[in-house]
């Protein structure tokens, strides 16, 4: 067994955790009130930022296990450091919380569909199966129980979530950068060989997926913070779950797959924190 599952699995399931601590029952019932923007969000994320990836990947020829697991990230939820950067970016963080929650919810299941489609797709170049069963089942022990384990806890001890929420918040990004440290260091001959076109791709990826928030903002007339928070949204996944899919012996179990997602953690954070510094001085 890969011994790197060891280290993604509990980082996984802090930041879930971490996530559900940060949620209130009311987070999920924002559609409701403002369905505009959270509706433009979730289209981004679940609808084109997966087609994107699929079309960048062909147009540049990735190698068929790239093409997976960089469709992979793509298809994610968004990470619970979006609701930071768009408190940075002077974004609407109500919003960002809600995105957040909705989508790690709704992705427990486009997850695998999206994945078996590529899969299926990519088959006939490269002999690779999907076990969708234990994708969903590994999804819901890894995201859904630790989120629903979280929301107890804050709805039953409050005080006590936030004081926990306020250490494990600090801890989060730290975690992600050393998840992704550990999988280059044990990957960094592969990575360093095709960082060149998957670099090249996750840019690409990254701003087209910001651009579609700024025109689907714009075309449902959001206001600047709403618009702001779209961008981050879009544009920030949840890098830890695709490690973990791509690792976990249960899924793909090979490392090659969680390559696309360890670069995209680092150009993710480069690009977004210029995104912030730039929206901040306007």
């Given at each position: 067994m890969n011994?790197?599952?060891f280290?993604?699995i509990p980082?996984?399931?802090?930041?879930?955790?971490e996530?559900?601590?940060?949620?209130k029952?009311?987070?999920?019932?924002?559609?409701?009130d403002r369905?505009?923007?959270?509706?433009a969000?979730?289209?981004g994320q679940?609808?084109v930022?997966?087609?994107?990836?699929?079309?960048i990947?062909?147009?540049?020829h990735?190698?068929?296990?790239?093409?997976?697991?960089f469709v992979?990230?793509?298809?994610?939820?968004g990470g619970?450091?979006?609701?930071?950067?768009s408190?940075?970016?002077?974004?609407d963080v109500?919003?960002?919380?809600s995105?957040t929650?909705?989508?790690?919810?709704?992705t427990?299941f486009?997850?695998?569909?999206?994945?078996e489609?590529?899969?299926t797709a990519?088959?006939?170049?490269v002999?690779v199966h999907?076990?969708?069963?234990?994708?969903v089942?590994?999804?819901i022990?890894?995201m859904?129980v630790?989120i629903?384990?979280?929301i107890a806890?804050?709805?039953?001890?409050?005080?006590?979530?936030e004081k926990?929420?306020?250490v494990?918040?600090?801890?989060?990004?730290?975690?992600l950068i050393f998840?992704?440290?550990?999988f280059f260091?044990?990957?960094r001959?592969?990575?360093?060989?095709?960082f060149?076109?998957l670099?090249?791709?996750?840019?690409?990826?990254?701003?087209?997926?910001m651009a579609?928030?700024v025109?689907?903002?714009?075309?449902?007339?959001l206001?600047?913070?709403?618009?702001?928070?779209i961008v981050i949204?879009?544009g920030?996944?949840?890098?830890?779950?695709a490690?973990?899919?791509?690792?976990s012996?249960?899924?793909?179990?090979?490392?090659?797959?969680?390559?696309p997602a360890?670069i995209?953690?680092?150009?993710?954070?480069?690009?977004?924190?210029i995104?912030?510094?730039v929206?901040?001085?306007?």
């Amino acid at each position: 067994m890969n011994a790197t599952i060891f280290i993604v699995i509990p980082i996984l399931t802090l930041l879930m955790f971490e996530l559900g601590l940060n949620l209130k029952l009311q987070d999920f019932k924002l559609f409701k009130d403002r369905p505009k923007p959270v509706l433009a969000g979730l289209i981004g994320q679940i609808v084109v930022l997966p087609a994107l990836a699929w079309l960048i990947g062909w147009a540049l020829h990735l190698e068929p296990v790239f093409l997976i697991g960089f469709v992979l990230i793509a298809c994610c939820p968004g990470g619970s450091s979006s609701n930071v950067f768009s408190m940075l970016a002077k974004g609407d963080v109500a919003l960002s919380v809600s995105l957040t929650a909705c989508s790690s919810i709704i992705t427990l299941f486009t997850v695998p569909l999206i994945l078996e489609w590529v899969t299926t797709a990519a088959s006939s170049t490269v002999d690779v199966h999907l076990p969708v069963g234990n994708l969903v089942v590994q999804n819901i022990v890894l995201m859904l129980v630790p989120i629903i384990v979280g929301i107890a806890v804050r709805k039953k001890w409050e005080s006590a979530a936030e004081k926990i929420h306020k250490v494990l918040s600090k801890i989060a990004f730290p975690a992600l950068i050393f998840l992704a440290t550990v999988f280059f260091i044990k990957n960094r001959e592969a990575i360093i060989a095709n960082f060149g076109q998957l670099g090249l791709s996750i840019t690409v990826l990254i701003l087209l997926a910001m651009a579609s928030g700024v025109v689907l903002s714009r075309s449902l007339r959001l206001n600047t913070q709403e618009r702001r928070t779209i961008v981050i949204e879009i544009g920030m996944q949840n890098a830890a779950q695709a490690i973990t899919i791509a690792s976990s012996p249960l899924v793909f179990g090979d490392d090659k797959y969680a390559i696309p997602a360890i670069i995209y953690a680092l150009m993710m954070n480069v690009i977004l924190i210029i995104y912030v510094a730039v929206v901040k001085n306007r």
